[in-house]
Each structure stands twice: as C-alpha cells, then as structure tokens.
C-alpha cells in the first residue's frame, strides 16, 4: 500500500522560512514525479512544485519562483519543499502527491496524495 506521510508546516511571520516533508512508502519503484500542492480557504488546490524523479528536472509557478525549492533527500523516498521569503498569502494546507506516468505534475492526473499540512504566515 502506498502512502505519503508528511510533517512540517506550522506558523511563521512574514519573510521567515518552512521546510515541508514527504516520505513514501509502499511501492513507489515505478513514480515519475512528485508534486506539492497548495489549498487555501476558498480555493482551488494549485501546484507549486513539480520533480521530475529520472532527471530532478523542477519546475514553479511564478508565484513562487525563486522563493520555493523542491528537492529530494538521499534516501530518495523523500521530497522536500524549501519556502523562503514567505507571504501572507502563501498561507494554505500543503499536498505532496505523486503520479507514476511521466509527463509533470497536473493536479487531476496526481495517483497518491498526502494528508496535507497546515502553513501559516501572519504576524
């Protein structure tokens, strides 16, 4: 049984830094990417990284380009996300998901999703 399990999150004031995680485990040999996703209230869940896991290709909106890092640890079953420069409005629940076909992180073709984490940046 696959699952991805999160931790991370939390609150943090304008301009300061969260790492998320997200471990997988079950059998994952055959994933071609990882994505984080983000929901805020009365939103639509949108991406905000994408990793492609054959090449570590990435790729940002450019609401957080520049500012967001996906990268993967050593153990290669985990993905993390890097947040600097923080704002208001990248308050949300945060998503890891992964999809086993190739072609990039689209929110409706994502095969397993995690719980979700809570970030909050306020003052």
């Known amino acids: 049984q696959v699952q991805l399990v999160q931790s991370g999150g939390g609150s943090v004031q304008p301009g300061g830094s969260l790492t998320l995680s997200c471990v997988t485990s079950g059998f994952t040999l055959d994933f071609n990417a990882m994505g984080w996703f983000r929901q805020a209230p009365g939103k639509e869940r949108e991406g905000v990284s994408c990793i492609s896991l054959s090449d570590n290709s990435t790729n940002y909106p450019e609401s957080v380009k520049g500012r967001f890092t996906v990268s993967r640890g050593n153990a290669q079953n985990t993905v993390f996300l890097q947040m600097n420069s923080l704002k208001p409005d990248d308050t949300a629940v945060y998503y890891c998901?992964?999809?086993?076909?190739?072609?990039?992180?689209?929110?409706?073709?994502?095969?397993?999703w995690g719980k979700g984490t809570l970030v909050t940046v306020s003052s």
């Open positions: 998901a992964a999809r086993r076909r190739t072609g990039g992180c689209p929110r409706y073709a994502m095969d397993y």
